[in-house]
């Protein structure tokens, strides 16, 4: 239990992580991988390179030391991080190497006059407090899907039974546990935790799972991205037949059960999570709209299965929108970058709506600022995004 002296101390360090929360952080990563490089296949290298994990962790440090007097208000962002970890099997025995390495970056990159004994103290147990709550909300969520029904503890071994190609970049991949067994139930929106090595190294990534559940496998969909270790391993390596370790589905941006319309608005692969989501929504006879942004047709994956969808529900309304219009494939309702304007002509005439996007930043940034001068409760869109909140804000 924190002190309210050590309570203090926190919230007066509030304007300093606000100045150089990101050079902390960035140091506080070159640190836990030095000291115990063994935690290296937890995290994207590939986020580390483009600075989102330091902006990310600059910004959940920050909320943690604002929110300190009342940590309640935390509750998403806690939300968010448990099943982030539980997605990659983060562990009790991680904590105290993430707390050793903060502490030495807090040291290091503040200096002496600043992180004196009484700073250090109270970051410490600031720390301990934190991890506390985050490894007991963990152990339930491992306790509940070892427990549920086709779940499982750790990981488990599934083949890839068939893979398709979506678009110029993005492929589906069908996965079935190697024992035949029934797999664990998911929340539309949610996503799975899988461990490949590639060249001797292990590596883990999430990906969005695709597909409504069914019990009996599951689906990502993958946008290859240039220089992205796993996802040109996927697409240019597994074949059907190979095998890979799957973690238990987790996830916080999931679909919530109501008869308000729904928007689902994504750019790019931001579409995965989505599409289970439109497939539950519209077999509960909700009025869904249903708005894609892509850079051109070449790119726009599941274009037909949406296209099947709008035939057989009355009740979904979908439009696309394209940078530029390509020669060769179908046409977009709109061309250009999506915005307020088009937001405001597909969505429905209520703005009592219950909204979800997903995409690039930018693209976020676009559609939360629409949405909100529009009138959409704030309370009632929904995003998961990999970052600092404002960064989404901005």
Not at 57 to 74: D, P, Q, S
Not at 88 to 108: C, D, N, R, T, W
Not at 223 to 235: D, Q, T
Not at 320 to 333: I, L, N, S, T, V
Request: with cysteine; proline share 6%.
């Amino acid at each position: 239990m924190l002190s309210n002296e050590q309570k203090a101390i926190i919230s007066a360090t509030v304007p300093i992580l606000e100045e150089g929360g990101e050079a902390l952080t960035r140091h506080f990563y070159q640190v836990l991988f030095r000291d115990f490089p063994q935690v290296a296949p937890l995290f994207n290298q590939s986020h580390q390179h483009s600075g989102n994990q330091q902006r990310a962790l600059a910004g959940a440090v920050l909320m943690y030391a604002r929110h300190i007097e009342k940590l309640e208000a935390l509750g998403p962002l806690v939300a968010t991080i448990v099943n982030k970890h539980v997605a990659l099997q983060i562990h009790q025995e991680h904590y105290p190497m993430v707390g050793a390495s903060l502490l030495k970056a807090i040291s290091e990159v503040l200096g002496p006059q600043v992180a004196t004994d009484e700073v250090l103290s109270a970051w410490a147990a600031a720390y301990g407090q934190l991890a506390a709550i985050l490894i007991d909300a963990e152990g339930r969520s491992y306790e509940d899907k070892a427990a549920a029904p086709g779940g499982w503890s750790g990981a488990r071994t599934f083949i890839l039974a068939e893979r398709t190609c979506e678009s110029e970049e993005i492929t589906s991949f069908l996965l079935k546990p190697a024992d035949g067994k029934p797999v664990l139930h998911f929340e539309p929106g949610q996503y799975i935790g899988l461990r490949v090595e590639i060249d001797g190294a292990e590596m883990r990534r999430q990906y969005s799972l695709s597909a409504e559940s069914n019990g009996v496998d599951y689906r990502i969909s993958v946008k290859r991205e240039p220089g992205g270790k796993v996802s040109e391993w996927l697409h240019g390596q597994l074949q059907p037949g190979d095998v890979l370790d799957l973690f238990p589905p987790s996830g916080a941006f999931t679909l919530r059960s109501g008869e308000r319309p729904l928007a689902l608005i994504s750019g790019g692969v931001g579409i995965t999570p989505t599409l289970a989501m439109l497939t539950s929504a519209l077999r509960s006879g909700r009025e869904v709209h249903f708005i894609h942004a892509a850079r051109h047709g070449g790119v726009h994956a599941f274009r037909d299965a949406v296209d099947q969808l709008a035939e057989e529900y009355p009740q979904l309304r979908r439009y696309y929108c394209y940078a530029e219009a390509r020669d060769g494939h179908a046409r977009p309702d709109a061309v250009g970058l999506l915005d307020s304007e088009r937001l405001a002509a597909w969505l429905p005439e209520t703005r009592d709506i219950d909204a979800y996007f997903l995409g690039p930043l930018p693209f976020m940034q676009v559609v939360k600022k629409s949405l909100r001068e529009l009138g959409v409760p704030e309370n009632q869109t929904h995003y998961e995004f990999f970052g600092p909140a404002a960064a989404l804000a901005a």
